[in-house]
Protein backbone atom coordinates (compact mmCIF):
# COMPACT_ATOMS: atom_id res chain seq x y z
CA UNK A 1 0.00 0.00 0.00
CA UNK A 2 2.60 2.34 0.94
CA UNK A 3 4.70 1.22 -2.10
CA UNK A 4 1.35 2.37 -4.33
CA UNK A 5 0.58 5.68 -2.34
CA UNK A 6 4.84 6.60 -2.73
CA UNK A 7 4.39 5.63 -7.17
CA UNK A 8 0.91 7.31 -7.41
CA UNK A 9 2.73 10.77 -5.64
CA UNK A 10 6.03 10.60 -8.03
CA UNK A 11 3.53 9.80 -11.10
CA UNK A 12 1.57 12.95 -9.71
CA UNK A 13 4.64 14.87 -9.17
CA UNK A 14 6.52 14.20 -12.58
CA UNK A 15 2.53 15.21 -14.55
CA UNK A 16 3.02 18.56 -12.59
CA UNK A 17 6.77 19.21 -13.73
CA UNK A 18 5.63 18.44 -17.15
CA UNK A 19 2.85 20.84 -17.76
CA UNK A 20 5.09 23.66 -15.71
CA UNK A 21 7.83 22.80 -18.33
CA UNK A 22 5.40 22.82 -21.73
CA UNK A 23 4.07 26.41 -19.99
CA UNK A 24 7.48 27.44 -19.41
CA UNK A 25 8.67 26.20 -22.71
CA UNK A 26 5.57 27.81 -24.50
CA UNK A 27 6.21 31.52 -22.98
CA UNK A 28 9.60 31.78 -23.18
CA UNK A 29 9.45 30.69 -27.10
CA UNK A 30 7.00 33.47 -27.31
CA UNK A 31 9.37 35.62 -25.81
CA UNK A 32 12.53 34.88 -27.40
CA UNK A 33 10.65 35.53 -30.28
CA UNK A 34 9.09 38.76 -29.88
CA UNK A 35 12.22 39.92 -28.51
CA UNK A 36 14.26 39.23 -31.99
CA UNK A 37 11.37 41.08 -33.79
CA UNK A 38 12.16 44.16 -31.46
CA UNK A 39 16.15 43.59 -32.27
CA UNK A 40 15.52 43.22 -35.97
CA UNK A 41 13.05 46.05 -35.78
CA UNK A 42 15.01 48.34 -34.22
CA UNK A 43 17.94 48.30 -36.93
CA UNK A 44 15.00 48.64 -38.91
CA UNK A 45 13.61 51.99 -37.61
CA UNK A 46 16.56 53.42 -35.66
CA UNK A 47 19.38 53.24 -38.65
CA UNK A 48 17.37 52.80 -42.05
CA UNK A 49 14.09 55.05 -41.11
CA UNK A 50 15.00 57.79 -43.91
CA UNK A 51 15.92 54.92 -46.55
CA UNK A 52 12.50 53.44 -46.16
CA UNK A 53 10.20 55.65 -46.45
CA UNK A 54 12.16 56.81 -49.55
CA UNK A 55 12.15 53.17 -50.98
CA UNK A 56 9.27 51.93 -48.89
CA UNK A 57 7.09 55.32 -49.02
CA UNK A 58 5.29 56.29 -45.32
CA UNK A 59 2.61 52.95 -44.97
CA UNK A 60 5.33 50.25 -44.78
CA UNK A 61 7.37 51.85 -42.92
CA UNK A 62 4.83 52.12 -40.34
CA UNK A 63 3.79 48.79 -40.53
CA UNK A 64 7.48 48.02 -40.18
CA UNK A 65 7.52 49.92 -36.55
CA UNK A 66 3.73 48.93 -36.09
CA UNK A 67 5.39 44.95 -35.96
CA UNK A 68 8.12 46.18 -33.82
CA UNK A 69 6.29 47.74 -31.46
CA UNK A 70 3.21 45.16 -31.43
CA UNK A 71 6.76 42.75 -30.63
CA UNK A 72 7.50 45.18 -27.57
CA UNK A 73 4.00 44.97 -26.23
CA UNK A 74 3.77 41.34 -26.06
CA UNK A 75 7.29 40.83 -24.75
CA UNK A 76 6.57 43.54 -21.71
CA UNK A 77 3.23 41.74 -21.12
CA UNK A 78 4.63 38.40 -20.59
CA UNK A 79 6.34 39.84 -17.65
CA UNK A 80 2.80 40.70 -16.10
CA UNK A 81 0.93 37.29 -17.36
CA UNK A 82 3.55 34.59 -15.99
CA UNK A 83 3.43 35.80 -12.90
CA UNK A 84 -0.36 35.01 -13.12
CA UNK A 85 -0.19 31.76 -14.36
CA UNK A 86 -1.48 29.21 -12.42
CA UNK A 87 -0.17 26.46 -14.52
CA UNK A 88 3.61 27.29 -13.21
CA UNK A 89 5.05 26.87 -9.60
CA UNK A 90 7.01 29.70 -8.71
CA UNK A 91 10.16 28.04 -9.46
CA UNK A 92 9.24 28.15 -13.24
CA UNK A 93 8.18 31.20 -13.00
CA UNK A 94 11.14 32.49 -11.81
CA UNK A 95 13.33 30.63 -14.39
CA UNK A 96 11.30 32.55 -16.98
CA UNK A 97 12.26 36.03 -15.06
CA UNK A 98 15.75 34.59 -15.13
CA UNK A 99 15.68 33.55 -19.08
CA UNK A 100 13.05 36.00 -20.52
CA UNK A 101 15.60 38.84 -19.51
CA UNK A 102 18.63 37.26 -21.48
CA UNK A 103 16.80 38.56 -24.74
CA UNK A 104 17.37 37.74 -27.85
CA UNK A 105 17.34 41.49 -28.81
CA UNK A 106 20.78 41.24 -29.68
CA UNK A 107 20.40 38.47 -32.24
CA UNK A 108 18.03 40.40 -33.78
CA UNK A 109 19.61 42.94 -34.50
CA UNK A 110 22.88 41.72 -35.20
CA UNK A 111 20.42 39.41 -37.96
CA UNK A 112 19.05 42.84 -39.03
CA UNK A 113 22.44 44.59 -40.11
CA UNK A 114 23.82 41.22 -41.99
CA UNK A 115 20.81 40.76 -43.96
CA UNK A 116 21.22 44.76 -45.19
CA UNK A 117 24.63 44.51 -45.82
CA UNK A 118 24.06 41.44 -47.99
CA UNK A 119 20.69 41.94 -49.51
CA UNK A 120 19.69 45.42 -49.16
CA UNK A 121 16.59 47.15 -47.56
CA UNK A 122 13.29 45.71 -49.64
CA UNK A 123 14.63 42.11 -48.78
CA UNK A 124 15.44 42.53 -45.35
CA UNK A 125 12.31 44.25 -44.47
CA UNK A 126 10.24 40.98 -45.98
CA UNK A 127 12.21 38.79 -44.55
CA UNK A 128 11.05 41.09 -40.84
CA UNK A 129 7.84 40.75 -42.10
CA UNK A 130 7.98 36.96 -42.38
CA UNK A 131 9.44 36.42 -39.57
CA UNK A 132 8.28 38.54 -37.32
CA UNK A 133 4.60 39.22 -38.62
CA UNK A 134 3.27 35.74 -38.36
CA UNK A 135 3.11 35.47 -34.68
CA UNK A 136 0.15 35.24 -33.23
CA UNK A 137 0.24 38.07 -30.82
CA UNK A 138 0.36 40.64 -33.82
CA UNK A 139 -2.47 42.46 -34.63
CA UNK A 140 -1.46 43.91 -37.68
CA UNK A 141 -2.30 43.21 -41.20
CA UNK A 142 0.01 41.72 -43.57
CA UNK A 143 1.27 44.38 -46.00
Not at 15 to 41: H, L, M, P, R, W
Request: aromatic share 10%; with cysteine; net charge neutral.
Amino acid sequence: MKTRLIAAIIALTSTIAAADQATYDKYIEESNQASFCIGFGDILQNYHLDEMVEVLGEDRTMKVMDVRNSALNRWVSLFIEVPLESSMNKIWKQRFQNNAKDSRQVDGQRHGRNMYKFVGLRPTVILFFDQCKKQTWLDVLTP
